[in-house]
T-cell receptor, first 114, second 112 residues
Framework: QKEVEQDPGPLSVPEGAIVSLNCTYSNSAFQYFMWYRQYSRKGPELLMYTYSSGNKEDGRFTAQVDKSSKYISLFIRDSQPSDSATYLCAMSAAGGTSYGKLTFGQGTILTVHP | SQTIHQWPATLVQPVGSPLSLECTVEGTSNPNLYWYRQAAGRGLQLLFYSVGIGQISSEVPQNLSASRPQDRQFILSSKKLLLSDSGFYLC???????????FGPGTRLTVT
């Protein structure tokens, strides 16, 4: 079993739709939960992060973490064609030898069509 | 501000040839540095990380090696490439907090 599971999609939605992206994980030591966006043939860029459980909102993006279920989500409201990219979840334990080492999901390919 | 560079951007190499990919970071000192590989349609796999000059940790046993000859320089090498080494190689540095990892533009390697 992989430490982080992410549905690779692809996911295709019309402009303006609400998008839900999800990851599950098995390692209870994970404390930091990140979402990266990667455009084609580019390096990933950090979109949002959440520490421990809870919600975090940034504009059209909302990240949720449910540590009891080992499940994280990213919601995109009013999706735009410019949101078309691969979305990668990533996780990290806090401190110790795991510090700064990220474990990534497979990535979900999202296409928002006009 | 901090900037991370990788070169070359694209590389096509025959099986059995050597490899050297370079990554440099500007605007910070003593960063943690990371090499990842991303196969087509896959997530990122951590290959090596370094917390200082000459300090390299390997995450996955394989045909590759890494070196850190200077504080802000990280090099990925191979003596003899395999077909399975093809992929998108990404260098990253850590900004201090566990979530603060920033990636370079990547090198797309095709082994033929």
């Amino acid at each position: 079993q992989k430490e982080v599971e992410q549905d690779p999609g692809p996911l295709s939605v019309p402009e303006g739709a609400i998008v839900s992206l999800n990851c599950t994980y098995s390692n209870s030591a994970f404390q930091y939960f990140m979402w990266y966006r990667q455009y084609s043939r580019k390096g990933p860029e950090l979109l949002m992060y959440t520490y421990s459980s809870g919600n975090k909102e940034d504009g059209r993006f909302t990240a949720q973490v449910d540590k009891s279920s080992k499940y994280i989500s990213l919601f995109i409201r009013d999706s735009q064609p410019s949101d078309s990219a691969t979305y990668l979840c990533a996780m990290s334990a806090a401190g110790g030898t795991s510090y700064g080492k990220l474990t990534f999901g497979q990535g979900t390919i999202l296409t928002v069509h006009p | 501000s901090q900037t991370i560079h990788q070169w070359p951007a694209t590389l096509v190499q025959p099986v059995g040839s050597p490899l050297s990919l370079e990554c440099t970071v500007e605007g910070t000192s003593n960063p943690n540095l990371y090499w990842y590989r991303q196969a087509a349609g896959r997530g990122l796999q951590l290959l090596f990380y370094s917390v200082g000059i000459g300090q390299i940790s390997s995450e996955v046993p394989q045909n590759l090696s890494a070196s850190r000859p200077q504080d802000r320089q990280f090099i990925l090498s191979s003596k003899k490439l395999l077909l399975s080494d093809s992929g998108f190689y990404l260098c990253a540095w850590n900004g201090g907090a566990p979530y603060e990892q920033y990636f370079g533009p990547g090198t797309r390697l095709t082994v033929t």
